[in-house]
């Protein structure tokens, strides 16, 4: 399975998780709904891309034309 995450985003998210402090986190004082929240917002685009593309390559097995007005859509 591909990972999506990385130390370095996982840092930057962790780091924009409160947007109430104007000084540095202290882990014990993130919310973790919250830190959850804006991981899953991060991730679901990148998901989405992933499972379309997916989609294109299963269609273009059965229908070469239908794949490709699948890909010029949005994912």
């Known amino acids: 399975m591909?990972?999506?995450?990385?130390?370095?985003l996982v840092k930057q998210i962790f780091f924009y998780s409160d947007e109430k402090r104007l000084?540095?986190?202290?882990?014990?004082?993130?919310?973790i709904m919250q830190f959850a929240e804006k991981?899953?917002?991060?991730?679901?685009p990148l998901i989405a891309a992933d499972e379309h593309k997916r989609c294109v390559i299963?269609?273009?097995?059965?229908?070469r034309e239908v794949a490709n007005q699948l890909n010029s859509q949005r994912p």
């Open 58 to 63: 299963i269609v273009a097995n059965m229908n």
């Open 23 to 31: 000084d540095p986190l202290i882990a014990d004082e993130v919310d």
């Open 39 to 44: 991981l899953e917002a991060v991730l679901r």
């Open 2 to 8: 591909k990972s999506y995450l990385n130390e370095e």
